[in-house]
């Protein structure tokens, strides 16, 4: 910040929605915009470059997605740095990424949404007290804090990692299902693949090509059958044999 002034940075894959931001920022005298990027790869590096203060991030991206980008900087975004989502996806916890100090505007936005946005922004920014760090934000939705946002069929979805039992493939669709304790189904985001889904966390682990369970929720192992604990014990999984051994060595490492 510079004479009352905040730096504002844009991340967004569609010219014409960094226009649309561009043109509601400038009429903020409090803002100033120093960097925009249709890319994740060189808007990382114009953030790094700039330090703005205010980073509004396309949600879904070509390169990678917007949580993917902040995960990366988590470590050398040493400055305090707030976050606003720019996303088309209504099915968002939205709630829940605000309650974790980001922001969000849904595309495409009213000059009012915009106009609260900003007026919650300018707020925080000048608090006495000392900010929050932006790794500390950024913390609680990593997998390392058992939070984490999954790409669905018609959005975005915060979980924590004991909310989910197993993800189920169905080959027929090509598509990525996962189960949730309450029993509701997810469709994941059409491409997503295993190693997307077990790059989440550490307690994901494949047990076939079809499957892959929770390891906090495995109870038991039956010779090529795995059972899960409640809510999941009327659920059988058969085991593929390339899969036993390591989900044996799993158990052997505890």
């Known amino acids: 910040m510079t004479n009352n002034r905040y730096s504002v940075a844009i991340v967004d894959d569609d010219a014409s929605c960094i226009n649309n931001l561009q043109q509601s920022i400038a009429r903020f005298s409090e803002l100033k915009l120093v960097a925009t990027s249709q890319l994740p790869s060189t808007g990382k590096a114009a953030i790094l470059e700039h330090q703005p203060s205010l980073l509004f991030l396309d949600v879904e991206m070509p390169e990678q997605t917007g949580l993917e980008l902040l995960t990366e900087m988590q470590d050398t975004t040493t400055w305090n740095m707030q976050v606003v989502f720019y996303t088309a996806y209504d099915k968002y916890l939205l709630g829940a990424l605000r ?112 499957h892959i369970i929770n390891f906090d929720y495995l109870t038991f192992i039956d010779g090529q059958g795995c059972l899960l604990c409640p809510p999941f014990e009327s659920v059988a999984l058969k085991i593929s044999r390339n899969y036993l051994k390591l989900l044996q060595e799993r158990f052997e490492s505890i």
């Open 99 to 210: 309650a974790s100090a980001f922001d969000y505007l849904l595309k495409p936005y009213t000059d009012d949404e915009f106009n609260v946005v900003i007026h919650r922004f300018l707020k925080q920014a000048t608090k006495t007290q000392s900010p929050q760090l932006f790794k500390e934000t950024i913390s609680a939705l990593l997998p390392e804090k058992r939070r984490f946002m999954i790409a669905t069929a018609t959005g975005y979805q915060l979980l924590r990692t004991e909310d989910i039992g197993y993800f189920e493939y169905h080959s027929i669709r090509k598509i990525w299902f996962v189960t949730l304790e309450d029993s509701k189904k997810l469709q994941l985001k059409r491409g997503t693949k295993a190693d997307d889904i077990l790059g989440l966390s550490s307690s994901f682990i494949q047990i076939s090509q079809q």
